[in-house]
């Protein structure tokens, strides 16, 4: 299993359409994905227009395979995309206890 976080800053005034896009659309994306085992979105209490995706799944390579490759991810970038202040930081992580 891998984790993938995602940080997220979107652009001010956006905060609340972010979140709405990711509750209706976003969210059924991930969580649908084959090899996908848990989609959370966190909004920062000190940082308002900061979002961390956290997502589980079987491996990298069913993340990079079955979403990042596919027409999901272009749907996701559609209904969030407009909402970004820059490009998310993205990056994979193995939990340290399971080695």
């Known amino acids: 299993m891998v984790t993938e976080i995602a940080i997220i800053d979107v652009l001010p005034g956006h ?53 990042r490759g596919s027409d999901r991810y272009i749907k996701y970038g559609e209904v969030l995309r407009p909402h970004l202040a820059v490009t998310p930081l993205v990056q994979h992580f193995d939990d340290v206890l399971d080695n």
């Open 15 to 67: 905060e609340a359409a972010f979140a709405a896009a990711f509750q209706k659309t976003g969210h059924q994306l991930l969580a649908t994905t084959p090899g996908c085992i848990s989609v959370k979105m966190y909004r920062s209490s000190e940082n308002p227009s900061r979002f961390t995706g956290v997502n589980e799944w079987e491996s990298e390579k069913a993340h990079l395979e079955n979403f």
